[in-house]
């Protein structure tokens, strides 16, 4: 017999090809698995019906027991097949606390390429839901009977059916256990109960457990630094205990969905470990499991077995809790006093900040020198310092022992690692990329994209990868910066200013916020908020330091060096004082670099030398590199750039915008214009990057100045005002009008000219008289009057 015409459906670009299992993109084979693309079919089939959770597993895995998360996996893997998202909602839709539907229009094509718009359909789902807490019941539609005698019989029998079916659904929702594993759980955990009168179990424990938790893509945990917040909002410290009362009271603030609260006790030679998860908001039991641990070095074993039952009674799959189950003695310390002094140092940085958690995390990696986790905290904490040396040994050191960590973290580890130990951008953005696929719900790492692009110069990725982090964690201080720079760096300044306002509204504090109130009080005029700002900032370890170095940069920027110099020396005693040695001497570096290009060549070889020798690190020595070269030392300079070269020989800011900016101001010092033209090829692509101070743009300005190619070097120092919110107030920007002004005098505008250089003796109407750049400056506004 021949087979009837065979039938593909097609919506919006894609074909689904039913016989094949094959998934088409404009004639493209898209990769899904079998079951994802069983799921695609019951919902394309089920067009803009609303499908329950319960009857899509139902046809998806008719005779088995399987978790809520499995669907959802399918789902989330679906909606990244279709490039779909439930926000886009041009596919499939989310009914909260019922299910999907599939909202675009599905035409069906016979194989003789026919099209058929569905107009109605002829199969329909009855769905049964007892309130939003259950899954629903789906029942299949009994075929019809045929027409005929009515039978009694049949239709007892059928009643009986539908009972004994009706009967085991019930059953099935009471054994089912509750997922807390949706896209917008979260869970709160509080601190445990501990009765056996050893205090190195209080807060070990609680971390531990958090540990545990973050491996599963499929739980969401409240950040301590989110748990502060809330807290100072309930009145209470930011380090107060989270007894299950406060915890509960938080959850509920948070929007969370469980608290997850814990209990040790001793039971002769015994410890009694128990877990419970409690919905926050209606007081209900989700799971709860208890172990038992034969020792004191026993316990952390018991944690894992308890944490493992309790994933699995919350929705997790249990190939998910097969593929995310590392042990906690190897993803953290088998030493709970290494745990006790780890976890004491993440409770004190989200109460006071970086400088007063290194005690505890040293004194963690003392320990157990083993513990890759204290090691990836402490690279954090002296990343946030700008201590690049012992940032990078730090990292350097986890990333040995990444693979003693859970998957989370190992990604956490190999992006630091690649971002800022060895400088690698390149090889950091694919690891980000694949922790996205394994966790996409996680913040941190959309954070971190965001300011690896900013170093690229690629200032809209920065921006996209900041919103996610917002849109998946508002309340975190870090990614409200990340999306303020991302604003102000493209000049959208009111959005900004908007962004700041939130985060004040939030009650987030953090030093960036500080500085970054500061910048925008600065881009907008307003110099009262400024003084505020740095008033403000007085007497904040962290805080200090970097807002009189702000001071510094805006003193400079109008021409008041004397007063930018000792600003400069009081924020270098701030910050030595806080153990902050490298960022110290990158503010005395960053002050040898502007001396030098007002003409203060003593001074600025003085400070770039000092410098050097304190704190030779890869920013310092650039910095100080450059200083020197513009301040007419090339033989220094030369050396300098010669160690940058050896010391990161595959770090991209040093090789692609470092080094070719560095040569090129000495190729300008030997009069070669052509060379540093040449040499800073090299980071056109990136030269938006690096901090946003545009040097490479500055000194191909320069060099053509020197060719005296007037159309060309305006084009150049133009940039600085295109991007006035990536220059802020470093000087050179200052600098860059007076250059722009040389640039339309030597391209015979002299019209434009006049304007510039006007605005530029504007500008530095109250600058110290004495500076050699603007002495110059008023010889040659004379001369195109």
Not at 60 to 69: N, Q
Not at 438 to 459: K, M
Request: proline residues 4%; aromatic residues 8%; contains cysteine.
């Amino acid at each position: 017999m021949a087979s009837g015409p065979k039938v593909l459906y097609e919506f919006g670009p894609f074909r689904v090809d039913p016989d094949k299992q094959v998934l088409l993109r404009e004639n493209q084979p898209i990769s899904v698995t079998p079951k994802t693309f069983e799921t695609l079919l019951i919902l394309i089939r089920h067009s803009r019906e609303d499908l329950s959770k319960d009857a899509l597993m139902n046809e998806l895995w008719p005779d088995s027991f399987v978790e809520e998360a499995n669907l959802k996996q399918n789902i989330f893997m679906l909606r990244k097949a279709l490039e779909d998202t439930p926000d886009d909602k041009r596919y499939i839709v989310t009914l909260p606390g019922k299910g999907y539907r599939f909202v675009a229009e599905v035409r069906t094509v016979t194989q003789e390429g026919e099209d058929v718009v569905i107009a109605s359909r002829s199969r329909t789902q009855m769905v049964v839901e007892d309130s939003e807490a259950d899954p629903a019941v789906a029942l299949p539609v009994l075929p019809a009977a045929k027409v005929g005698k009515f039978n009694w019989k049949y239709a007892v029998a059928a009643v009986a059916i539908l009972a004994v079916m009706v009967l085991g659904a019930v059953l099935y929702l009471r054994r089912r256990p509750p997922a807390v594993a949706g896209e917008k759980d979260s869970v709160v955990i509080a601190d445990f109960s501990n009765t056996t009168g050893d205090p190195v179990f209080d807060g070990t424990l609680r971390q531990g457990l958090a540990v545990q938790l973050e491996q599963t893509p499929y739980l969401s945990l409240i950040s301590d630094e989110r748990i502060g917040q809330t807290l100072r909002q309930m009145g209470q410290q930011p380090g107060a205990r989270l007894t299950p009362e406060t915890a509960y009271q938080l959850c509920r603030r948070t929007q969370s969905t469980a608290v997850i609260d814990g209990s040790i006790a001793k039971l002769g030679d015994e410890y009694v470990l128990g877990l419970k998860a409690v919905n926050c908001k209606t007081g209900d039991t989700l799971a709860e499991e208890q172990v038992r641990a034969n020792g004191k070095e026993q316990v952390l074993g018991a944690m894992d077995k308890a944490a493992a039952k309790l994933r699995e009674k919350l929705g997790e799959s249990v190939r998910s809790l097969q593929t995310f189950d590392t042990p906690l003695e190897q993803a953290t310390t088998p030493s709970l006093e290494a745990l006790q002094a780890y976890s004491l140092g993440r409770k004190v940085f989200y109460e006071k900040g970086n400088a007063a958690s290194l005690p505890f995390l040293e004194r963690a990696v003392e320990l157990d020198p083993n513990f890759a986790l204290a090691y990836r905290a402490l690279a954090a904490a002296y990343q946030s310092l700008d201590e690049r040396n012992l940032q990078a040994v730090y990292s350097r050191k986890a990333y040995e022992l990444r693979d003693k960590v859970s998957e989370r973290e190992r990604f956490f580890i190999e992006g630091s690692y690649y971002w800022m130990a060895t400088g690698e951008l390149e090889r950091a953005v694919p690891v980000y990329a694949l922790w996205q696929q394994t966790y996409p719900r996680d913040y941190s790492l959309y954070v971190h994209l965001a300011g690896i692009y900013v170093e690229l110069g690629d200032l809209d990725k920065s921006l996209d990868n900041a919103r996610e982090s917002m849109r998946l964690e508002p309340n975190r201080a870090y990614n409200n910066e990340a999306l303020i720079i991302a604003y102000i760096n493209l000049n959208r300044l009111h959005e900004a200013e908007a962004a700041l306002m939130q985060a004040e509204q939030r009650n987030l504090q953090s030093e960036g916020l500080l500085a970054l109130r500061y910048e925008l009080a600065f881009l907008n005029g307003d110099a009262t908020r400024m003084a505020q700002t740095v008033s403000e900032s007085i007497g904040k370890p962290g805080a200090e330091d970097l807002l009189l170095a702000a001071q510094s940069a805006s003193e400079a920027w109008y021409g008041r060096l004397n007063s930018a110099l000792a600003l400069t020396r009081r924020a270098m005693d701030s910050a030595a004082r806080n153990g902050a040695k490298e960022l110290s001497t990158r503010y005395q570096a960053e002050a040898a670099l502007r001396e030098a290009e007002v003409g203060n060549v003593e001074q600025a070889r003085a400070d770039a030398s000092a410098a050097v020798k304190l704190a030779p690190n890869r920013d310092v020595l650039a910095t100080a590199a450059l200083a020197l070269a513009r301040a007419g030392d090339t033989a220094a300079a030369e050396k300098l750039a010669t160690e940058l070269d050896k010391t990161y020989p595959v770090d991209t800011i040093v090789q692609r915008y470092r080094l070719p900016t560095i040569r090129a101001a000495i190729a300008l010092q030997r009069n070669d214009p052509n060379q540093a033209i040449e040499l800073l090829q090299m980071a056109s692509s990136i030269e938006l990057g690096d901090e946003g101070h545009l040097l490479p743009v500055y000194l191909r300005g320069q060099a053509y100045l020197m060719r005296q190619d007037g159309n060309r070097a305006a084009q150049e120092f133009e940039k600085f005002a295109v991007h006035r919110g990536l220059v802020g107030n470093f000087p050179l920007g200052a600098l860059a009008g007076l250059n722009l002004g040389r640039a339309y005098a030597f391209s015979g505008n002299k019209a434009k000219a006049q304007a510039a250089f006007q605005g530029f003796l504007t500008l530095w109407k109250d600058a110290d008289p004495d500076i050699p750049v603007l002495k110059q400056v008023k010889a040659e506004y004379a001369m195109v009057q």
